[in-house]
């Protein structure tokens, strides 16, 4: 590599970060990736490893494989413990790095909108450790309901709670409820199916906000068909070790309390402070740059941005387009081009309801029922990275699909 | 269940244990299979996930999947804390369990000849947990080594020593090594593969004590040919952390240190002490019972029995048949016949040693070389448990074979 080439630093190997350092493979400039994880994650089918449908390593895929033909691009496994915006430098745990150009994109955490005990008493799925210990965490539930002589402590074993509604909440409900009603039952033969409690929980009156009520509708008695219970306009005052109190004061006893509520920027340690909002992410311009940093880019789930009036969807369709267009951005900075402002172009989204259902969006128009559903299986084997990853996946659903079975009824690792 | 059957309680959901609970399936008996995990795991294979050729789920079997139909059968998932032979319990802490019978096949654990500090500074592949950990070790000390200035930490970064030359260690030695040679040299362009060391120590004159000198010569040759350092007639003096001492006083720096040398049975409370021998195990009668309790059935590596002079090895075949005899023979005692002598029938074992190379030993001749290696294939890919397992199994080797590629490079957990 060039020494004398401009040196652009990538904080985080998820959609925005991994297509930015495609884009900006081959040209005359030297790049590093750097995330705590040494692979990155596609996260929209991390409620699936957390249902025990799919194995952590079929979505995850090597960030070094990645980027193993890319000779201009490097990786560095490493904690990113502050950014000094000043002197252009990342600290890290294995030591700081300088940059001429910064694409940030962390990715998010949850958000707990200050209600008590929330965050320390309730699990998460945002990551592919969360959704491992999710899916643990449940087995373990089970294992311990089994063999179990005090009822309440049965009871509090087989609630489960899901605060939140969308995609992540009804995704997870969904694909759990099945996990419930199909190999569950049939491995805990002494835990009758209606035993087991799924609590859907969310404060808005429907679910799935960025979709019609008319499929809100649809994904609310379609998860009622197989036993979530849907609560809507319910709000939470306080979560405790096992126990949510609702806003009307209705207390749930649960082991499991799956918070996937809100969402929230990543908070990192600078020198100057670019996270202006309350959910700790940052408001950028057009060209995804904060106020007062010109060579920094930021992208994801941490940049917010309105258009047409609305904020930007936390998705990885807008990650992956903000990651792409930062990197060209960069790379007309260096040509002596003027910088071209970000346009999210909506190709649509989905959102899947267990076997058969999913709700889709494109061009204005929602579609729901199997074809939806057939369109969002290969919709995301498609986005999936890796042909061997694609391959899995796809044994393991139609694994699932044609014996009602789950692969992942493993506690691995055993801690 | 007819609680005036029988209660045969097996601790332990190895090949003994799960052979044992196959044989006792649809009979008049009550059986609960009693193991800390909730899986069965395929020993033979563990290197192989420590070498990151397969993942772990592909080697692990849900017990309750096991025995979905088995109506008689139950699964308690618990470690067990002491046995009360005399009482005719088990202590586990998930409550005592009573038992008519006992199967005891809880496994093996590592032997450390009492030499200094090779316990605690050592790592060790007897379990799914521990084949994980040492993966996401070996990925950690090649990130480590890829941004490190000091050159005696790089060094011991990339230093790998495996200590016993038995199949365990020369399998993972053969599968390491190309791991090292193939899919970590692209992926690491900064880490010269000549830097890497691996030595493989033993304190015997050849390798794989069961096999002939021819073969384990031809095993010697094979594994230097892949850059692995055999080390013959030296023994282990004492291990530090990060470095080992060998008895001629050279000192190996490594941060990696397998520890395959011994292995010795497993350590468990109890009323009467079974366990009469010095490696922990215990010496059973040709019905595999220990002294002094009749409704006990030792089986598996625990159990130390001699036949024709020379002591069975610790292996799946042996388990396996042990755990079906012992079944038999409670099936007997129940209905007042008499005891029948356990006899191991050898089918032959084999080691591989990296593509294309393994070693067969069948009715007193020994194969070596290719064909030697395919039926090594067939063979172990016959005996896993799971159509699922045995799909996966192929398709990672399938994959691995024509491309040198590895899947299990993502370190997950993270912690």
Redesign the interface.
């Known amino acids: 590599m060039n020494s004398e080439y401009k040196h652009i630093v990538i904080i985080g190997a998820g959609f925005a970060g991994l297509f930015a350092a495609k884009k900006l493979s081959g040209r005359n400039v030297r790049v590093t990736i750097i995330d705590?994880?040494?692979?990155h994650t596609f996260n929209p089918l991390l409620y699936q490893v957390g249902a025990a449908e799919i194995?952590?390593?079929q979505i995850?895929?090597?960030v070094?494989?990645f980027i193993?033909k890319k000779a201009n691009i490097d990786f560095?496994?490493a904690n990113v413990e502050k950014i000094n915006f000043k002197k252009d430098t990342v600290v890290t745990d294995?030591?700081d790095i300088k940059y001429d150009f910064l694409i940030f994109s962390p990715g998010s955490s949850s958000g707990y909108f200050g209600i008590k005990g929330a965050e320390n008493n309730s699990t998460t799925l945002k990551s592919?450790?969360d959704a491992?210990?999710l899916r643990n965490h449940i087995?373990r539930m089970f294992?311990r309901a089994s063999?179990c002589d005090d009822p309440s402590e049965r009871d509090k074993c087989l609630t489960f709670v899901i605060v939140g509604g969308g995609p992540t909440g009804v995704e997870f409900a969904g694909a759990f409820a099945e996990f419930v009603n199909g190999?569950l039952r049939?491995?805990?033969p002494h835990i009758d199916s209606h035993e087991v409690r799924i609590c859907l929980v969310d404060a808005a009156g429907q679910l799935l906000g960025a979709y019609s009520p008319k499929s809100a509708e649809y994904a609310k008695r379609k998860l009622e068909k197989m036993n979530v219970a849907v609560s809507l306009n319910r709000t939470v005052k306080e979560v405790k070790p096992g126990e949510i109190i609702l806003g009307d004061g209705e207390r749930l006893k649960s082991h499991t309390i799956l918070w996937t509520a809100g969402v929230s920027g990543v908070a990192i340690k600078s020198d100057i402070k670019i996270a202006d909002r309350k959910d700790a992410r940052v408001t950028v311009d057009e060209y995804l740059r904060p106020g007062g940093c010109d060579n920094v880019f930021i992208c994801g789930d941490m940049a917010y941005l309105e258009q047409s009036g609305k904020p930007l969807p936390m998705n990885a369709p807008v990650a992956t387009q903000q990651g792409i267009h930062s990197a060209i951005n960069i790379l007309r900075l260096i040509n002596g081009k003027t910088l071209k402002p970000f346009r999210y172009g909506d190709r649509g989204s989905m959102v899947t309801i267990g076997r058969n259902s999913a709700i889709t969006k494109a061009a204005g128009f929602e579609f729901r029922g199997f074809i939806a559903w057939v369109l969002w299986l290969f919709i995301h084997i498609f986005y999936l990275i890796g042909f061997?990853n694609k391959?899995?996946v796809m044994?393991s659903w139609f694994?699932d699909y044609l014996f009602f079975e789950r692969?992942?009824?493993?506690?691995?690792?055993?801690?």
Do not use: Q, V
């Open positions: 705590r994880n040494n692979y194995e952590p390593d995850a895929y090597p070094r494989t193993r560095l496994m294995r030591g592919l450790d491992l210990r087995l294992e063999k190999p049939k491995d805990y061997r391959i899995l044994i694994r692969s992942g009824k493993m506690i691995i690792p055993s801690e």
